[in-house]
């Protein structure tokens, strides 16, 4: 079973700083995904990536398959960016539905 | 292009009842899998559901059973509550196989009394 972690757990910031998130997994996966989690539990999905590096606005998600580490970078960092981000992994299509393993998350907090 | 949406937002429930969530997947989607989120951590897979099969099962006990219907729409069904089954209960429905995008639904918030 795979091992999902993340750091930091919480993260308080100013306005317009760059944020980065970090996340570690333990065994081989098909492909990770940075998720972000408002207030009231709808969860949006920001990246899949399985190689490389994602750009999605000031949104940046990079994914290093040898050392099995992610990491989420927030650009200019704004208050409508607090939420909590947590990344979760997708098991290797052949390994059977497993569905996602998530981390517990990251309590992001941007004050103006 | 509808999204994926879940009925009802908000329940409580006695220990020891039985309860339905409902979960509308998002269109040309076969496959649903549902996670509980209990306050504070992450969420936990529960199983998934592809055309209409159970198709794989976290760790959580045969009082945890689905169903998945021809329109992909799906339901979790929870027998003999407990206070700990108290959570927040996600679908997310996707393409194929987990390894596509999941799109979530709002949630159903579960609070067993």
């Known amino acids: 079973k795979n091992e999902v972690e993340q750091s930091p757990q919480n993260l308080t910031a100013q306005e317009g700083e760059f944020i980065t998130i970090n996340c570690s997994y333990s065994v081989g996966i098909s492909a990770l995904h940075w998720l972000q989690q408002h207030p009231g539990g709808g969860i949006v999905s920001l990246f899949m990536?399985?190689?490389g590096k994602k750009k999605h606005g000031r949104l940046i998600a990079t994914i290093n398959i040898q050392e099995k580490h992610s990491s989420l970078h927030i650009t200019a960092s704004h208050p409508r960016d607090s939420a909590v981000y947590i990344c979760?992994?997708?098991?290797?299509?052949?390994?059977?539905?497993?569905?996602?393993?998530f981390g517990k998350g990251t309590h992001l907090i941007i004050q103006p | 292009e509808t999204g994926v949406t879940q009925s009802p937002t908000h329940l409580i429930k006695t220990r020891g009842q039985q309860v339905t969530l409902r979960c509308s997947s998002q269109?040309?989607?076969?496959?649903v899998s549902w996670y509980q989120q209990a306050l504070g951590q992450g969420p936990q897979f529960i199983f998934q559901?592809?055309?209409?099969?159970?198709?794989g099962r976290g760790n959580f006990p045969p009082r945890f059973s689905g169903l998945q219907f021809p329109n992909y729409s799906s339901e979790l069904n929870v027998n003999a509550l407990e206070l700990d089954d108290s959570a927040l209960y996600l679908c997310?429905?996707?393409?194929?196989?987990?390894?596509?995008?999941?799109?979530f639904g709002p949630g159903t918030r579960l609070t067993v009394t």
């Open positions: 990536l399985s190689s």
């Open positions: 979760a992994v997708s098991p290797y299509s052949g390994g059977g539905a497993d569905g996602l393993t």
């Open positions: 559901y592809y055309r209409e099969e159970e198709n």
């Open positions: 997310a429905s996707s393409l194929e196989a987990p390894a596509y995008e999941q799109y």
């Open positions: 269109s040309g989607h076969n496959t």
